[in-house]
């Protein structure tokens, strides 16, 4: 990927040029996530369109059982890690967690995800329902980093909020009593390590 010098930015060209970049490049430089935000008053879009379609096995053998389904009806790309539902593919991961449990995350993103993972949830939840595959099929917004440092863009109270992942809510109050222009500083150092770091692709 290339990318230009741009490292000498002001802030809010920084965030505009961010715009441009795929969040999943720059969600979890936190500070640059703070003045995002703050500057913005939201989060980027496409982050607003994009939903996670999470299955859960408790054991390795009924997430192997799926794939092999998949496989037989050519509904998968192992290389590419690619799922098909109906007439479209949609890319995924697979966790393995301890105890030989397994999380499969399928990303559903663009202008009609949220429909769209409705679609895709209830496809899975018929599929692993109908063939006896033990699995547990739910969906939700992506963006957990995001909810866990502004829970008020998702509806959440801030001072009642329990976060999943406690440092983004942890820096949101202690960015939150620093002058804002002490985390301005700090998110043009993260641009700058991160423009490093895609010059390198």
């Known amino acids: 990927m290339k990318v230009e010098n741009k490292s000498e930015l002001g802030i809010d060209a920084i965030l505009d040029e961010l715009d441009n970049i795929r969040p999943c490049t720059w969600v979890g430089l936190k500070n640059l996530m703070y003045v995002y935000v703050k500057r913005k008053n939201n989060i980027p879009l496409l982050c607003r369109q994009c939903w996670k379609v999470l299955l859960f096995f408790d054991e390795t053998m009924e997430f192997e059982k799926l794939i092999n389904i998949l496989n037989e009806r050519s509904l998968v790309d192992l290389n590419k890690f690619r799922i098909k539902v109906g007439n479209k593919e949609y890319s995924f991961k697979t966790i393995i967690k301890t105890g030989g449990r397994v999380l499969m995350v399928i990303y559903v993103m663009?202008?009609?995800?949220?429909?769209?993972?409705?679609?895709?949830?209830?496809?899975?939840?018929?599929?692993?329902?109908?063939?006896?595959?033990?699995?547990?099929?739910?969906?939700?917004?992506n963006g957990r980093y995001w909810q866990d440092m502004f829970p008020e863009l998702f509806g959440k109270n801030v001072e009642n909020y329990k976060p999943f992942y406690l440092k983004y809510y942890e820096f949101r109050l202690r960015a939150d009593s620093l002058p804002l222009k002490e985390v301005v500083e700090n998110a043009k150092e993260e641009y700058r390590k991160l423009m490093e770091k895609l010059r390198l692709f």
Do not use: C, D, P, Y
């Open 110 to 141: 663009g202008k009609h995800s949220e429909k769209e993972k409705i679609k895709v949830q209830r496809f899975f939840r018929e599929l692993v329902g109908k063939e006896g595959i033990r699995a547990r099929v739910f969906a939700r917004h």
